[in-house]
């Protein structure tokens, strides 16, 4: 229990607490750490949702099945981060799509009774957890609002301008298949792979199998930016 006790200290939603406190918290059972292996399902789609979790390590993806039974990413959580606090308390608390492992993943599940006391002893908790809580219900709605809206194209410009950025350089090292960037920007792969050909022949990029090549900066967020 002291690894994610400690770990806890860490977490935003719970640093309004001391070591010694969430250590008489947890002096019950009303929590479990689970491991869930990469690929595997943490939650099911139209599953009760039952306890708060608390990822410990590992990261989660949120995801839906479209009309062609294809999988399509919506978000991921890693180590640190919350799941559940939008449902937990509602009168339809079922995940409205499937959990899984993205690799090797442990979390921490705390039941609906432990958090109503935690919000009971700590008015800081309860103002951090409404807020969590609120925060996931527009991040969701957000995230499903702009794959809806947005062409392929555009989600994969912005995919590769925010890359641009991050990795400082205009060829972008992919560390994911294209099934795996298909999933991260919404699409499908056949989908991803037309559209990426149509950019190449638009001389908008060169890629291969490990790298997109953006050829003109300058044109890219002009595009964005008129989309």
């Known amino acids: 229990m002291d690894n994610f006790i400690s770990f806890l200290e860490t977490v935003n939603l719970f640093k309004c607490f001391s070591n010694n406190e969430l250590d008489k918290l947890f002096q019950n059972n009303l929590y479990r750490t689970s491991t869930y292996f990469k690929d595997s399902i943490v939650h099911l789609q139209n599953e009760k949702c039952e306890s708060l979790d608390i990822i410990l390590s590992g990261t989660v993806l949120v995801q839906k099945i479209d009309s062609d039974g294809d999988l399509l990413t919506i978000c991921s959580f890693s180590a640190g981060e919350a799941m559940g606090e939008n449902l937990l308390f509602s009168h339809r608390n079922f995940y409205p799509m499937t959990i899984t492992a993205k690799c090797d993943t442990e979390i921490l599940q705390i039941k ?88 190449r022949k638009d001389g908008l990029i060169i890629y291969d199998s490990k790298q997109i090549t953006i050829t003109d900066v300058d044109l890219l967020n002009k595009l964005h930016i008129d989309s």
């Open 112 to 199: 609906k009774e432990l958090i109503i006391k935690l919000c009971q002893e700590n008015m800081k908790f309860l103002n951090g957890f409404l807020q969590s809580a609120s925060d996931k219900t527009l991040i969701l709605m957000g995230k499903i609002k702009t794959l809806a809206l947005k062409t392929i194209r555009q989600c994969i410009i912005e995919f590769l301008l925010y890359e641009y950025r991050v990795q400082k350089s205009t060829t972008i090292k992919l560390d994911m298949t294209k099934k795996e960037l298909a999933e991260k920007i919404g699409v499908q792969r056949p989908s991803l792979s037309r559209e990426l050909n149509k950019m």
